[in-house]
């Protein structure tokens, strides 16, 4: 089982910046492949981002590419998503997720592929 604890949500302007955090409770984070996902009021849930067991590959929504980066440091057991130049329209409540992947440089985008979740936090940018 994995415990996951999404923070650093909050309500911002356009073009400002957040960081949020996904602390994990699993004795190997290194095993597990991790993603964000978001969903707007009556929205699915969508890919934001995907980063493999050790960071190796990426990868990101067209929507976020370029403007969002997504981290991990093992050794906290943390993944982070760092949002610039954030925009209205990035106005939703942002998941983290975890796989079991085994050590695998595989990376997944649909909210399917993952087997835990966070609660989730409430991002909202104003114009």
């Known amino acids: 089982q994995v415990q996951l604890v999404e923070s650093g949500g909050g309500l911002v302007q356009a073009g400002d910046s957040l960081r949020l955090s996904c602390a994990a409770s699993?004795?190997?984070?290194?095993?597990?492949?991790m993603g964000w996902f978001r969903q707007a009021p009556g929205k699915e849930r969508d890919f934001v981002a995907t980063?493999?067991?050790?960071?190796?590959?990426?990868l990101y929504a067209e929507s976020v590419k370029g403007r969002f980066t997504i981290s991990r440091d093992n050794a906290k057991n943390t993944v982070y998503l760092q949002m610039n130049s954030l925009k209205p329209e990035d106005t939703a409540v942002y998941y983290c997720?975890?796989?079991?992947?085994?050590?695998?440089?595989?990376?997944?985008?649909?909210?399917?592929?993952?087997?835990?979740w966070g609660q989730g936090t409430q991002v909202t940018v104003s114009s």
């Open positions: 980063i493999t067991w050790n960071g190796g590959r990426t």
């Open positions: 997720a975890a796989r079991p992947t085994l050590f695998s440089s595989e990376t997944y985008t649909s909210s399917s592929d993952y087997t835990y």
């Open positions: 699993t004795r190997s984070p290194a095993s597990y492949g």
